[in-house]
Each structure stands twice: as C-alpha cells, then as structure tokens.
C-alpha cells in the first residue's frame, strides 16, 4: 500500500516514509480516508484473505507493548531487506514508534474485518 500511495505521490517509498514519520501520518490515518477505505475494503472483500484474518486471529490479539518490543527485531529484517527504508525509518525523531504505530494499526484493522 505504501508504494502505491509514494507512486501517487510521485515520490520514492523512502520519501513517502519519510514524509508520513515527519506529519505522524499511519496506516490509521489511511483507512480513515474513505478513498483509501474502499481500497481496503476490496482486499478484505476477498474470501482468502478473510480465511487468512480467521486462520490467524490469535496473532490478532498481540498487546501493543509486546508490538512495541518487537521493533528492534523487526529493524533486523528491514535492515537486510531494504537497508535503505532501515536508514529513513533509523534516522527519524520516533521512526521506530512511527512503525510500531504501523503494525498497530494492521492488527486493529484487521480486527474490524473479523466478525
């Protein structure tokens, strides 16, 4: 979703990152836009994804501060996968906090699907 939203934006996903760490902007914030909503609602639509949010719905009920104290090792994996997303989020006053709120707001979206 990010990328896509850094495309429309016309700038790279460093960017796009760095921009929504610097206004606080997050996940939330995108599926309070109902433009982005409906985007939303139409992956959640899918049945297999419905299947995944149920296969998976105990992983949904992850404390926030256990969300929180996974970042150093979820930092690890951005580090390896996309050193250069690591340094946006690593050299930002509260990138670490900005993607902990990230994960945060999947599981609370996720949750609203699930009935």
């Keep these: ?3 896509s939203v850094a495309k429309k934006e016309k700038v790279s996903l460093e960017q796009q990152v760095s921009n929504m760490i610097k206004n606080g ?11 982005y909503r ?3 609602d139409e992956v959640f639509s899918h049945s297999s994804v419905l299947f995944l949010l ?4 105990g992983q949904l009920d992850t404390p926030e501060s256990k969300i929180r104290g996974s970042m150093p ?8 996968t996309k050193p250069d997303l690591h340094c946006v989020i690593s050299v ?3 990138g670490q906090e900005w ?3 990230i994960f945060i707001d ?4 996720c949750r609203s699907y699930l009935k």
């Design 73 to 80: 090792w979820w930092m690890e994996r951005i580090k390896e």
């Design 25 to 35: 902007v997050t996940l939330g914030t995108y599926a309070d836009n109902p433009e």
């Design 54 to 57: 149920n296969r998976f719905k």
């Design 106 to 109: 999947v599981i609370k979206l």
């Design 92 to 94: 930002e006053p509260k």
């Design 99 to 101: 993607l902990a709120q």
């Design 38 to 40: 409906k985007k939303i």
């Design 1 to 3: 979703m990010l990328e």
